[in-house]
């Protein structure tokens, strides 16, 4: 399978615990995004890499949260100090810029579900 | 701010008929991309359809295709002879001229046997 890959899918963690999340993208793919969705809502941006500089956060990505992606290869997301408003689907997507410019197409992963107890 | 703009919390259509799913958004951008992607019930993200809005042709994917009316910013999409794989969530999105994603609040499709 050479789709997008998140680890684990599954998270359940106590308030104020760390925890970490890792998306491998397909693999010739250079950018790679972070989203978060909450119940009933659609995916909000959260940042974005190409390779391994990250280009843009959104303001809903608070100082507890953190992303890298070290060698331009797979990413982690690791949010500390964990708060019940954390719980949440995260996604991870990748893309590879079309040839002749414009917006490429973003290939989403299955996501990692978390719950703050 | 851009905005995508989803009417239709929740739609059912029985299964082989044709349904059309609405969205609208708002941006001052002039180069922007539009989306329709479908999450089925505990699965992935798949892309359906895009559309360049430079591009006065309506995109057509098979069974899928969008009306887009980019004077009234609207991006509809139409699903023909519907399957019961077509159950799922529906987001619309647009990049309106960087790369991330704006989405709508979703359309839950249910197709009835």
């Known amino acids: 399978d050479t789709g997008v890959s998140q680890n684990p899918r599954h998270k359940i963690t106590k308030r104020g615990q760390n925890v970490t999340f890792r998306c491998d993208p397909i693999s010739e793919h250079n950018r790679l995004y972070w989203y978060r969705q909450t119940l009933g809502q659609g995916p909000e941006f959260l940042t974005y890499f190409q390779n391994e500089a990250q280009l843009e956060k959104s303001r809903l990505l608070s100082d507890r949260f953190s992303a890298e992606r070290p060698k331009g290869s797979f990413s982690t997301l690791e949010i500390q100090r964990t708060e019940q408003g954390d719980s949440a689907m995260y996604l991870c997507?990748?893309?590879?810029?079309?040839?002749?410019?414009?917006?490429?197409?973003?290939?989403f992963g299955p996501g990692t579900r978390l719950t703050v107890l | 701010a851009q905005t995508v703009t989803q009417s239709q919390p929740e739609m059912s259509v029985q299964e082989a008929e044709t349904v059309t799913l609405s969205c609208t958004y708002d941006t001052s951008e002039s180069n922007y991309y539009l989306f329709w992607y479908k999450q089925p019930p505990s699965r992935q993200m798949i892309l359906v359809i895009r559309?360049?809005?430079?591009?006065?042709q309506n995109a057509t994917e098979n069974r899928f295709s969008v009306n887009f009316q980019k004077a009234a910013k609207s991006f509809s999409l139409k699903i023909s002879d519907s399957q019961l794989g077509d159950t799922a969530m529906y987001f619309c999105?647009?990049?309106?001229?960087?790369?991330?994603?704006?989405f709508g609040t979703g359309t839950r499709l249910t197709i009835i046997p």
């Open positions: 559309q360049e809005a430079y591009k006065q």
């Open positions: 997507a990748s893309s590879l810029p079309r040839s002749g410019g414009g917006t490429d197409t973003q290939y």
């Open positions: 999105a647009s990049a309106f001229g960087n790369e991330k994603l704006t």
